[in-house]
């Protein structure tokens, strides 16, 4: 069979085609198609919760309950700590318990929930929804200043609910009723909450209730001055409490925890009567949208170090316009975090350092503190996985309205994670190069792991960092205002496809790897430390494998974990090695990473020529604008080399530029030497808290005071004192460590002092 | 020729004796085209014999052979958001994306030649 056709109709169906496929292909650029699935996604999200809204006022009453339950309560928890997707704060950002696994199921705010809400808890059946529910509505009405109503619904709640069967959900109703009562100062409706708190839970055995009451109290009796009462009432409940319980462990328990709340009650109230804090503020976004529902939570410092839980005192939720409020906050530091969705913070920046962002409660009637997110920054080149094999790299993004300067920070996959640093601060244009040499000579912290029971190794590839042109390489940029504040960074949620256009990832092809290298990276790190070897006897310029030979070195000491006299002294012989490596390298190549490293060498070995020599040296060449650490570093040195006054100047700059003031030990010690009195050293102290062993928190101005007590009547104590700060500065810590006063030399306080000297810096 | 034949032969020469073609050189020009236009027109109407069983069965391969190739190597669509409940998010280079977005954006920057 055959077909007669022209040529022309050829042509005419072969051109309708190219303009089918063109159109099809092209016509749209994909960003631009993935764009507009994105908005469809959306307008989806929102017509998905009109149907379903729909649904429900259409239903019956018995269905409306079931889907309400469904599309509002189900697997949501009314407990601020577990309520949002993300918790972020100062100190980073965590996940709520569901790992990184997010809800993506339409979100109804809390406003579109009330009505619902509402009826449910009219009509709900005995179920511990309807306490999420009136807790839900509690915390809607005492953001909008309808603190009766919000009492009613937890009432209204407590009514339904079955007074054994639902002791938890109750226990719940009745605390949220306490945190009302407290906030309200209607302290004589807290004492019967609390009374009828522990009549519920007489049989059940539950000792965090005690301890998240007990702070409620706290609040009562500070203000009431009647702190003896309150510690009184709260042993005798936790005592009675004890007897009834059988279990050793849970009666132990109970004897940990009575000892904990009569610590931090007598703590608190040592001073008398104190006056309490009201703390408000606002969660806006810089376009000055609102943002709405928010969990805010006040933290304790000691609380810094784990993640937020229902103990902690100080949880509450924005209003519809971005508004919080904590009133009656005890004194003490304090640090806020948000729990937010995904779609709050997504594209945004909530631009606080983990240093910064503490909030000092010392009485004063009421502290603001806002907090405003900004647009994530938009980075420009290199991006999308482009490959640099230039002498020189180019980091490109928009500028921010307001920046003075800009941190660069470069980051490397590792085997677990990855890692970051800053490589260049106080850049002040959007745009900045840098020798790859420079990136090479960075050490991106040695790294380890361990398969399972597998011994440990060293991670190759964080020993091979920036020279390896197989690992993919990512950048960040933070912008900073003239005065240091962060302003926004590049770093954050970016989940929609406008902000996933150009992901900061690129390689580092510019060198060649070499045999050693390859076999570093199949793991053979004995091997590889030899081939580096003989590279560098081959070549002495070869400035790689001189510095590949310091970084397995500095791996090898890492490995050692042991602090023995056959530890310490192989440690010592590798650290020869590296100094001898180190000041090859700086004759081929002077960075002031490199210098760093033998002034750090010369500080430990206490020879002040050669430190003095180096640190002149990383002045001269160093990138880095914040310079708070070698200053107190600095200010060790000077004073160890008897030049007080200049290390005075240098401390002074370190605790000034450093929010974590982690050299306020050394230059309060300086203060006591050269005469102060232990009352200016308490004032000093009080200004520059340490910030920076909390873990273990360390307050000097209340191991000054402790000082100050003990030296009442004794006129030696100061010279004693100045002889112990003596020992420090001429660095006979043996001395310092063999000197034991006992517990009734009245120089206790003197001896934590010189210890928790010993172990700044 | 018989009467019947002749009288319709008459007749028709009287029906066309008022026709005269006139196209002779147009005609001409198309049998025998000369100029390049004409040359080109000619070829622009010239007709092909194609068999179509050949023919059909290599387009409906290449088709066959177009989709499967893009079917290999498109990545899978993501599920539609509010199909799946829960979507994993991942942190990686400092920043938190969507795994299946991000893993996505990345298989089509290593391979930027498919859409």
Same mark, same amino acid.
Do not use: C
């Given at each position: 069979?055959?077909?007669?056709?022209?040529?022309?109709?050829?042509?005419?169906?072969?051109?309708?085609?190219?303009?089918?496929?063109?159109?099809?292909?092209?016509?749209?650029?994909?960003?631009?198609?993935?764009?507009?699935?994105?908005?469809?996604?959306?307008?989806?999200?929102?017509?998905?919760?009109? @149907?379903?809204?729909?649904?429900?006022?259409?239903?019956?009453?018995?269905?409306?309950?079931?889907?309400?339950?469904?599309?509002?309560?189900? #697997?949501?928890?009314?407990?601020?700590?577990?309520?949002?997707?993300?918790?972020?704060?100062?100190?980073?950002?965590?996940?709520?318990?569901?790992?990184?696994?997010? #809800?993506?199921?339409?979100?109804?705010?809390?406003?579109?929930?009330?009505?619902?809400?509402?009826?449910?808890?009219?009509?709900?059946?005995?179920?511990?929804?309807?306490?999420?529910?009136?807790?839900?509505?509690?915390?809607?009405?005492?953001?909008?200043?309808?603190?009766?109503?919000?009492?009613?619904?937890?009432?209204?709640?407590?009514?339904?609910?079955?007074?054994?069967?639902?002791?938890?959900?109750?226990?719940?109703?009745?605390?949220?009723?306490?945190?009302?009562?407290?906030?309200?100062?209607?302290?004589?409706?807290?004492?019967?909450?609390?009374?009828?708190?522990?009549?519920?839970?007489?049989?059940?055995?539950?000792?965090?209730?005690?301890?998240?009451?007990?702070?409620?109290?706290?609040?009562?009796?500070?203000?009431?001055?009647?702190?003896?009462?309150?510690?009184?009432?709260?042993?005798?409940?936790?005592?009675?409490?004890?007897?009834?319980?059988?279990?050793?462990?849970?009666?132990?328990?109970?004897?940990?925890?009575?000892?904990?709340?009569?610590?931090?009650?007598?703590?608190?109230?040592?001073?008398?009567?104190?006056?309490?804090?009201? *703390?408000?503020?606002?969660?806006?976004?810089?376009?000055?949208?609102?943002?709405?529902?928010?969990?805010?939570?006040?933290?304790?410092?000691?609380?810094?170090?784990?993640?937020?839980?229902?103990?902690?005192?100080?949880?509450?939720?924005?209003?519809?316009?971005?508004?919080?409020?904590?009133?009656?906050?005890?004194?003490?530091?304090?640090?806020?975090?948000?729990?937010?969705?995904?779609?709050?913070?997504?594209?945004?920046?909530?631009?606080?350092?983990?240093?910064?962002?503490?909030?000092?409660?010392?009485?004063?009637?009421? *502290?603001?503190?806002?907090?405003?997110?900004?647009?994530?920054?938009?980075?420009?080149?290199?991006?999308?996985?482009?490959?640099?094999?230039?002498?020189?790299?180019?980091?490109?993004?928009?500028?921010?309205?307001?920046?003075?300067?800009?941190?660069?920070?470069?980051?490397?996959?590792?085997?677990?994670?990855?890692?970051?640093?800053?490589?260049?601060?106080?850049?002040?244009?959007?745009?900045?190069?840098?020798?790859?040499? #420079?990136?090479?000579?960075?050490?991106?912290?040695?790294?380890?792991?361990?398969?399972?029971?597998?011994?440990?190794?060293?991670?190759?590839?964080?020993?091979?960092?920036?020279?390896?042109?197989?690992?993919?390489?990512?950048?960040?940029?933070?912008?900073?205002?003239?005065?240091?504040?962060?302003?926004?960074?590049?770093?954050?949620?970016?989940?929609?496809?406008?902000?996933?256009?150009?992901?900061?990832?690129?390689?580092?092809?510019?060198?060649?790897?070499?045999?050693?290298?390859?076999?570093?990276?199949?793991?053979?790190?004995?091997?590889?430390?030899?081939?580096?070897?003989?590279?560098?006897?081959?070549?002495?310029?070869?400035?790689?494998?001189?510095?590949?030979?310091?970084?397995?070195?500095?791996?090898?000491?890492?490995?050692?974990?042991?602090?023995?006299?056959?530890?310490?002294?192989?440690?010592?012989?590798?650290?020869?090695?590296?100094?001898?490596?180190?000041?090859?390298?700086?004759?081929?190549?002077?960075?002031?990473?490199?210098?760093?490293?033998?002034?750090?060498?010369?500080?430990?070995?206490?020879?002040?020529?050669?430190?003095?020599?180096?640190?002149?040296?990383?002045?001269?060449?160093?990138?880095?604008?914040?310079?708070?650490?070698?200053?107190?570093?600095?200010?060790?040195?000077?004073?160890?080399?008897?030049?007080?006054?200049?290390?005075? *100047?240098?401390?002074?700059?370190?605790?000034?530029?450093?929010?974590?003031?982690?050299?306020?030990?050394?230059?309060?010690?300086?203060?006591?030497?050269?005469?102060?009195?232990? #009352?200016?050293?308490?004032?000093?102290?009080?200004?520059?808290?340490?910030?920076?062993?909390?873990?273990?928190?360390?307050?000097?101005?209340?191991?000054?005071?402790?000082?100050?007590?003990?030296?009442?009547?004794?006129?030696?104590?100061?010279?004693?004192?100045?002889?112990?700060?003596?020992?420090?500065?001429?660095?006979?810590?043996?001395?310092?460590?063999?000197?034991?006063?006992?517990?009734?030399?009245?120089?206790?306080?003197?001896?934590?002092?010189?210890?928790?000297?010993?172990?700044?810096? | 020729?018989?009467?019947?034949?002749?009288?319709?032969?008459?007749?028709?020469?009287?029906?066309?004796?008022?026709?005269?073609?006139?196209?002779?050189?147009?005609?001409?020009?198309?049998?025998?085209?000369?100029?390049?236009?004409?040359?080109?027109?000619?070829?622009?109407?010239? @007709?092909?014999?194609?068999?179509?069983?050949?023919?059909?069965?290599?387009?409906?391969?290449?088709?066959?052979?177009?989709?499967?190739?893009?079917?290999?190597?498109?990545?899978?669509?993501?599920?539609?958001?509010?199909?799946?409940?829960?979507?994993?998010?991942? @942190?990686?280079?400092?920043?938190?994306?969507?795994?299946?977005?991000?893993?996505?954006?990345?298989?089509?920057?290593?391979?930027?030649?498919?859409?």
């Amino acid at each position: 069979m055959k077909i007669r056709i022209k040529v022309k109709h050829v042509v005419y169906i072969l051109g309708l085609f190219l303009v089918l496929i063109v159109g099809l292909n092209y016509g749209t650029s994909p960003a631009q198609r993935m764009a507009e699935a994105d908005r469809g996604s959306r307008q989806a999200d929102a017509e998905k919760k009109e @149907e379903i809204l729909r649904s429900i006022d259409a239903a019956k009453p018995d269905e409306k309950l079931k889907l309400i339950e469904e599309h509002m309560l189900n #697997d949501r928890s009314s407990n601020l700590p577990r309520m949002y997707d993300v918790y972020i704060g100062p100190g980073g950002t965590m996940f709520s318990g569901r790992s990184m696994e997010v #809800d993506t199921r339409p979100e109804f705010n809390l406003k579109e929930m009330v009505p619902y809400l509402e009826f449910y808890v009219q009509s709900g059946s005995s179920d511990p929804d309807v306490s999420t529910a009136a807790k839900l509505l509690a915390y809607y009405y005492e953001g909008s200043g309808q603190w009766d109503k919000a009492s009613q619904m937890l009432e209204n709640a407590l009514e339904r609910l079955h007074i054994t069967q639902y002791t938890y959900a109750r226990n719940e109703l009745i605390f949220m009723q306490v945190k009302l009562a407290a906030e309200q100062g209607q302290y004589d409706e807290l004492l019967q909450l609390s009374e009828k708190l522990i009549q519920e839970n007489k049989n059940q055995v539950n000792p965090d209730t005690m301890a998240q009451l007990s702070e409620y109290l706290a609040q009562y009796a500070l203000v009431k001055g009647k702190a003896p009462e309150v510690l009184k009432w709260i042993q005798t409940k936790m005592e009675q409490q004890q007897k009834q319980t059988t279990d050793e462990r849970v009666h132990n328990l109970y004897t940990d925890q009575l000892m904990e709340i009569q610590n931090r009650l007598s703590k608190l109230t040592s001073g008398g009567k104190k006056a309490l804090t009201e *703390v408000t503020g606002t969660i806006t976004k810089s376009n000055g949208e609102p943002v709405a529902y928010a969990g805010v939570f006040l933290r304790r410092q000691e609380d810094d170090n784990h993640s937020i839980n229902e103990s902690e005192p100080y949880q509450t939720m924005t209003n519809e316009h971005g508004e919080y409020s904590f009133e009656g906050v005890l004194p003490g530091s304090y640090k806020l975090y948000l729990g937010l969705n995904i779609s709050q913070i997504n594209g945004w920046t909530w631009p606080v350092l983990a240093d910064d962002g503490w909030i000092d409660l010392k009485g004063q009637a009421k *502290v603001q503190e806002n907090v405003v997110f900004q647009p994530l920054m938009k980075l420009k080149f290199p991006v999308n996985e482009e490959v640099i094999r230039d002498k020189a790299l180019t980091f490109e993004w928009e500028p921010v309205a307001g920046a003075a300067y800009y941190n660069l920070n470069v980051g490397m996959k590792l085997k677990s994670g990855s890692s970051s640093r800053t490589v260049k601060q106080g850049i002040v244009t959007s745009r900045v190069q840098i020798p790859v040499q #420079d990136l090479y000579d960075q050490i991106s912290g040695v790294s380890s792991y361990s398969n399972g029971n597998e011994k440990v190794q060293l991670d190759p590839l964080s020993l091979l960092g920036y020279a390896n042109t197989k690992n993919q390489f990512s950048w960040g940029v933070e912008a900073y205002s003239a005065d240091g504040k962060l302003l926004t960074r590049s770093d954050g949620y970016r989940l929609s496809n406008d902000l996933t256009g150009n992901l900061p990832f690129f390689y580092l092809k510019e060198r060649k790897m070499t045999d050693a290298d390859k076999t570093l990276l199949s793991g053979k790190l004995d091997k590889a430390e030899a081939m580096y070897k003989a590279d560098a006897d081959r070549d002495p310029t070869d400035m790689h494998a001189l510095h590949m030979m310091l970084t397995v070195l500095e791996g090898k000491m890492m490995l050692i974990r042991g602090d023995g006299k056959a530890d310490t002294d192989t440690k010592k012989a590798l650290e020869a090695q590296q100094v001898e490596i180190l000041e090859r390298l700086v004759e081929l190549y002077p960075t002031d990473v490199y210098y760093n490293w033998l002034s750090d060498y010369y500080f430990k070995q206490a020879d002040w020529n050669n430190y003095n020599r180096y640190y002149t040296l990383v002045k001269s060449v160093s990138r880095m604008k914040d310079n708070s650490y070698s200053d107190g570093k600095h200010g060790i040195a000077l004073m160890k080399q008897e030049k007080p006054d200049e290390a005075a *100047v240098y401390f002074k700059e370190s605790v000034e530029n450093d929010s974590s003031h982690r050299f306020i030990g050394t230059y309060l010690a300086l203060h006591l030497f050269m005469g102060d009195s232990l #009352d200016e050293g308490i004032q000093l102290a009080a200004k520059y808290p340490d910030r920076m062993m909390y873990n273990n928190p360390l307050n000097w101005e209340e191991l000054l005071l402790a000082m100050k007590r003990e030296s009442t009547g004794k006129r030696d104590y100061s010279a004693v004192l100045k002889d112990k700060i003596r020992l420090y500065i001429q660095g006979k810590d043996e001395e310092l460590k063999l000197w034991q006063p006992s517990a009734d030399s009245g120089l206790t306080a003197m001896k934590k002092f010189m210890d928790a000297l010993q172990q700044v810096g | 020729m018989d009467q019947g034949e002749s009288n319709v032969k008459q007749e028709l020469d009287w029906e066309l004796s008022g026709l005269q073609f006139g196209k002779q050189a147009e005609v001409i020009r198309r049998t025998h085209p000369s100029t390049l236009k004409d040359r080109l027109r000619s070829f622009w109407n010239k @007709e092909l014999e194609l068999p179509v069983i050949p023919l059909g069965t290599a387009i409906a391969l290449l088709l066959t052979a177009v989709y499967l190739y893009h079917a290999v190597r498109e990545p899978k669509q993501a599920p539609v958001s509010g199909e799946a409940k829960q979507r994993e998010l991942i @942190e990686t280079g400092g920043s938190f994306y969507w795994k299946d977005e991000f893993e996505r954006r990345l298989a089509r920057i290593e391979n930027p030649d498919q859409s």
